[in-house]
């Protein structure tokens, strides 16, 4: 097994990477997963000098290899985002297209479950600049109900049953689509 540590931006994403699903996710394809999902706060927290002490407790943890997880947000393209987070050997960038909400629109079974739509489709994830507005505007239209939080719609779409093998498995989202395979790669390569 490849002990595996995460590095995220925001809680949204620690939310999902300490999900059931995305544990046994991991087993399955013989990821063992290292102490605590760890929330940098912010985009700006992941460059060398803010989070070098938060890799070295995942190392000290056992991690051969730490995925770091980010936004889109602001960049222009993945590789400026890429260039902004701390690089080593052992380091694995993954940058959600704009933002990881726009995986839970690739979801669109559990999206549809939670939304009351038997026929919902949301073609285009990635496209979306404000995915969480985007969501809040959805389940409004077809509920009536807001969304207050994001930390409390990440729980209620993997309550519904959201996964990021789901996400991966739209057409349209393909940074999902990335970190499956990257992460089925690291037990190849290892």
């Avoid at 605590?36 to 706060?41: D, L, P, Q």
């Avoid at 080593?88 to 479950?113: M, N, R």
């Avoid at 093998?165 to 739209?170: D, E, I, V």
Wanted: negative net charge; charged residues 30%; glycine residues 6%.
């Amino acid at each position: 097994m490849v002990k595996i540590g995460f590095i995220t931006e925001g809680h949204t994403e620690k939310i999902i990477l300490k999900s059931d699903g995305f544990q046994e996710y991991l087993k399955v394809h013989n990821l063992e997963f290292v102490h605590e999902v760890i929330v940098a706060g912010s985009k700006d927290n992941l460059t060398r000098d803010k989070v070098e002490s938060n890799v070295r407790i995942l190392r000290d943890k056992g991690a051969e290899i730490i995925l770091i997880l980010r936004d889109l947000d602001d960049c222009q393209s993945i590789e400026e985002a890429r260039t902004k987070i701390m690089s080593d050997d052992d380091i694995v960038k993954v940058i959600a297209i704009q933002a990881i909400e726009s995986w839970f629109l690739a979801d669109t079974d559990t999206l549809g479950k939670i939304l009351e739509s038997k026929d919902f489709y949301f073609d285009k994830p990635e496209e979306e600049m404000s995915p969480f507005e985007t969501l809040k505007g959805l389940r409004l239209h077809y509920t009536k109900r807001g969304i207050g939080d994001k930390k409390v719609f990440a729980r209620i779409m993997i309550s519904n049953g959201f996964t990021i093998r789901n996400a991966s498995g739209h057409p349209d989202c393909p940074s999902a689509k990335y970190f499956t395979n990257k992460l089925e790669s690291l037990t190849v390569i290892n």
